[in-house]
């Protein structure tokens, strides 16, 4: 079956403006997680939705956000984009939500991310 | 907040070695463990994972952890590396309460034919 697929891969963008990254999960799966990757920071969690709804967020400030639509697909977007913004952007998907409680039979799959460079 | 730490950022092997790579996390109460692998190329995928139960836990490609709660870690090892092994791997912690993931920084590991 498909995998996890990310539009655009790349991404060049100026300060100041905004940016939206889209996500397409396994077919099936309802649970979607952003992820930002930096050689300064790591790897670090955006946010999950999981049936339309926000369940978690990561320590962002309100310039990330994001939405999932009834077909699960899920979008972020990135207002007034910052040089530190640059990054490679993971989305994953998972049939159940992380704090499920049968989370432990579930895995996550990654798709291959979008960079984006801020100049 | 929860920290984890990988720390070896560098490890380079020869094929048939053994490897074991670091993990430690700083939360004290209930965990749930992840190692991932990113091969050269493709996606981050899931080694493998303890929730609880046996805290050795065998992942694909031969791979395996052993949680140590006592030691707040989460090592991975392998017994004999290949070639193919040659990816970099992240630790990753989620506590009971939060479910958000922590990951440590990663471990490039270079096999060498």
């Known amino acids: 079956k498909a995998g996890v697929t990310q539009t655009p891969r790349y991404l060049i963008k100026t300060r100041g403006q905004q940016v939206t990254l889209s996500c397409s999960p396994i077919?099936?799966?309802?649970?979607v997680s952003w992820y930002q990757q930096t050689p300064g920071q790591g790897l670090q969690f955006l946010f999950e939705?999981?049936?339309?709804?926000?369940?978690n967020k990561g320590n962002f400030p309100g310039r990330f956000s994001g939405r999932q639509f009834s077909n699960s697909r899920s979008e972020m977007n990135v207002s007034t984009l910052e040089l530190g913004d640059s990054a490679l952007y993971l989305c994953?998907?998972?049939?159940?939500?992380?704090?499920?409680?049968?989370?432990?039979?579930?895995?996550?799959?990654f798709g291959p991310g979008t960079r984006l460079t801020v100049l | 907040a929860q920290s984890v730490s990988q720390h070896n950022h560098h490890v380079i092997l020869s094929e048939a070695a053994s490897l074991e790579l670091g993990c430690n996390y700083s939360?004290?109460?209930?965990?749930?463990l992840f190692w991932y692998v990113q091969y050269p190329g493709q996606h981050l995928q899931l080694l493998l994972k303890?929730?609880?139960?046996?805290?050795l836990v065998k992942g694909i490609k031969g791979f395996e952890a052993e949680f140590i709660k006592s030691k707040f870690s989460f090592n991975l090892r392998k017994p004999s590396v290949q070639w193919s092994d040659t990816a970099e791997y992240f630790c990753?912690?989620?506590?009971?309460?939060?479910?958000?993931?922590?990951f440590g920084r990663g471990t490039s590991l270079i096999v060498h034919p």
């Open positions: 994953a998907s998972s049939r159940k939500p992380l704090a499920g409680a049968d989370s432990s039979t579930d895995t996550q799959y």
């Open positions: 077919s099936g799966h309802r649970s």
């Open positions: 939705y999981f049936s339309e709804t926000q369940r």
């Open positions: 939360y004290g109460g209930t965990v749930n």
């Open positions: 303890y929730f609880s139960g046996d805290p």
């Open positions: 990753a912690v989620r506590t009971g309460g939060s479910y958000i993931p922590t």
